[in-house]
């Protein structure tokens, strides 16, 4: 089992810069492919980012690209999410997620984290 506790978000201008992190527990988490969603104020949670085991293969959705980039430390047990050029659409609570494979999906994801939330002034 995996627990996963998100921190980092907060308040900040449009074209500025956070960086989250996600701390696990468990000794399996270099086992499982990580994932960044987020989900605003009435629409659905979607994907943000994912990476595989051993930080090799990276996705993202498209709204990010270039924007945002995942990484993991498997010594630490944390995943991050460097978010950069936000825009005021970029505001949701951020949540990471462990999957056993890569997938988009978020019914496929097995563990959440509590969710933190960004909020980007225009």
């Known amino acids: 089992q995996v627990q996963l506790a998100e921190s980092g978000g907060g308040l900040v201008q449009a074209g500025g810069s956070l960086r989250l992190s996600c701390a696990a527990s468990?000794?399996?988490?270099?086992?499982?492919?990580m994932g960044w969603f987020r989900q605003a104020p009435g629409k659905e949670r979607e994907f943000v980012a994912l990476i595989s085991w051993s930080g090799g293969s990276t996705d993202y959705g498209d709204s990010v690209k270039g924007r945002f980039t995942i990484s993991r430390d498997n010594t630490k047990n944390a995943v991050y999410l460097q978010m950069n050029s936000l825009k005021p659409e970029d505001t949701a609570v951020y949540y990471c997620a462990a999957a056993r494979g890569p997938t988009y999906r978020r019914d496929e994801y097995n563990y959440w984290g509590q969710g933190t939330q960004v909020t980007v002034s225009s």
């Open positions: 468990g000794r399996t988490f270099s086992t499982y492919f």
